[in-house]
């Protein structure tokens, strides 16, 4: 499944984000500070998606979100919630 999710209160203004069997295979942010979200990507690439919204949701940045935590956000979203 693919789910693009534009992103809110984050440099980065929208992710694409490929999920498949509970995995997720890409995640892209669009914008953002590249070596960071570069990172993030890399990292929960085949990763569970409840996994990565553990790890991810609530990390903040400036303000009471991030890349990183609009990421499991839109993790949340694609799959109907966690």
Known sequence: MQ???NTAGSCATR???E???GF???ADFIEGCAG???AVSA?????PVAEAVRRLK???CQGDTSCPDQLARALEKAVGGI
Do not use: E
């Open 24 to 26: 997720i295979v890409s």
């Open 15 to 17: 992710i694409d984000i």
């Open 43 to 47: 990292l929960v690439k085949g990763m």
């Open 58 to 60: 609530g990390i903040a």
């Open 36 to 38: 960071n979200t570069q």
């Open 3 to 5: 789910f693009s999710y």
């Open 19 to 21: 999920i498949k069997d």
